[in-house]
């Protein structure tokens, strides 16, 4: 058989089998027609696609809908005048720094207008309603003296800060304009983790950058009023203040805090739920500043540790570490060391509900506390008060006024005087004057009154020492200890 060679480069099967000897030529052709009917077989049997499986997600016409309204806004603060030391005229180096010191150095000729005005910062916003009102956060304007907004037509104006809100990092912006496009807002209790969003800003002084990704958690705490979103959505300086946004072009959440170690994205960013910023907003605009309602605690959250020793099923809950003397809870009868459960009829799941729970309350409101107190529930009635500035905490003194032998716990204690008790506002307790060993472990100090072991009340060392003497060295110990001007559960093990 005369071998076949083929002078140019293949194309079609049919090409090749005109280079063949007639023999091979039947041969190729019926193996090509075998496998053209088996390849066609199994294209006919092939599986469709699985009804859930989709492709990536088109964000064109969302941006093209959503970014007319998203601006860039860009502060500016005065300078303030440099102090130095002055040089005196007869120094023979006063001539050397009059003519050569930079513009308004201090005694050296006027002041230069970058002096008089410099830039701040950058930062984002989205207008929210057609007249010119924009929202953003409150650490993109807090401290400007100018607030610049330019708009994606490349249009400036100077924004008038209609209020900023320090605790929700919310902050509502006014300029004179009309029939501005906007962007409506969405609801975050149905956003899903999983979830495609998209973020509009301007990282870096970037204008108009737009990034998705998705909702990677929610009710993640990082403030003391904020459940916040959590994405892995790139967010970076600049982007603060901006929207993220749903897939229907609607505004979930004001892009606020990134997690960070170097001070860019590191995968997890956090926006401010969006009901909870308009619910600000609303206030900032009618009256220029947030109330919030308080009754008068400070609070921590319930250890497992603390939940078993106390007779409770779970960790929710918010344990009360102090309560303000005359304050609304002191009025309606909460101690510390109570937890709280609920708050007008809505659990407290996390210890940190509660101060949303409290300050979403108008003041006035009679509200009810359902407690839990030395293995009972109980409820109280509590009128909220307006929240005020923070007060000095009252200092306890710390030093003991008498001395015993360290217990299998390693705790000395002593009985307090009535000094004492008055200025820590206690009936009884034991004072710690000594610790070593499990107790110093455990964070226990000395000055440290012990108002209870295992729930069980402390009035003296004598009633502290026979407690002691009872308890299972092979079970953990809880202790209700006052601390300065709060108290804390502090778990011992032995």
Request: charged share 25%.
């Amino acid at each position: 058989m005369k071998p076949c060679i083929a002078l140019r480069p293949v194309g079609e099967g049919s090409d090749l089998i005109q280079y063949m000897p007639k023999t091979m030529r039947a041969h190729a052709s019926s193996l090509i027609l075998l496998f053209a009917v088996l390849f066609g077989a199994s294209l006919a049997h092939a599986q469709p696609a699985p009804a859930g499986a989709r492709g990536l997600p088109d964000f064109t016409q969302l941006v093209e809908k959503a970014g007319p309204a998203v601006v860039n806004i860009r502060t500016v603060e005065k300078a303030k005048p440099r102090s130095g030391p002055q040089i005196d005229e007869n120094d023979p180096f006063f001539e050397f720094f009059r003519r050569f010191a930079p513009p308004g150095h201090p005694g050296f000729g006027p002041p230069s207008d970058s002096q008089q005005e410099r830039p701040r910062g950058v930062g984002s916003g989205f207008i929210v309603s057609p007249d010119g009102f924009i929202l953003s956060n409150h650490h993109v304007v807090d401290g400007a003296d100018e607030v610049l907004v330019t708009l994606t037509d490349k249009r400036e104006f100077k924004a008038k800060i209609i209020g900023s809100d320090r605790r929700t990092d919310v902050a509502l912006l006014k300029i004179e304009a009309s029939n501005l496009p906007s962007l409506k807002s969405g609801n975050p209790d149905q956003l899903k983790v999983g979830e495609w969003v998209l973020a509009i800003g301007s990282p870096f002084g970037l204008e108009n950058t737009v990034t998705a990704g998705i909702v990677s958690a929610k009710g993640r705490d990082t403030g003391d009023y904020l459940p916040f979103i959590q994405t892995d959505v790139a967010v970076n300086p600049g982007n603060s203040g901006g929207p993220l946004l749903n897939m229907n072009g609607e505004v979930i959440g004001i892009n606020s805090q990134i997690y960070s170690r170097t001070g860019g994205f590191m995968g997890i960013s956090f926006a401010i739920p969006i009901d909870e910023a308009q619910r600000v907003a609303d206030q900032l605009k009618s009256t220029g500043r947030v109330i919030r309602g308080r009754i008068g605690v400070a609070i921590d959250e319930v250890s497992r540790d603390v939940a078993e020793a106390l007779g409770l099923k779970s960790t929710s809950g918010a344990l009360v570490r102090n309560v303000e003397p005359n304050g609304p809870a002191a009025k309606a009868g909460v101690e510390a060391g109570d937890i709280v459960t609920a708050f007008n009829g809505r659990k407290v799941e996390k210890f940190s509900d509660l101060p949303r729970l409290v300050g979403n309350t108008r003041p006035g409101t009679q509200a009810t506390l359902e407690i839990w107190r030395r293995g009972k529930a109980q409820q109280l009635n509590v009128q909220v008060a307006e929240l005020e500035a923070e007060r000095a905490a009252a200092k306890v003194p710390e030093k003991p006024t008498e001395k015993a032998s360290v217990n299998w716990l390693g705790i000395a204690v002593g009985d307090l005087s009535k000094e004492q008790k008055d200025q820590a506002k206690v009936s009884g307790g034991a004072v710690v004057t000594g610790v070593k060993g499990a107790a110093e472990r455990a964070g226990i100090r000395q000055g440290d009154i012990i108002l209870s072991v295992n729930n069980s009340q402390i009035a003296s060392v004598q009633q502290f020492t026979g407690l002691v003497e009872r308890l299972d060295r092979k079970r953990t110990v809880v202790l209700l200890v006052r601390r300065g001007d709060g108290v804390l559960f502090i778990p011992l093990r032995p």
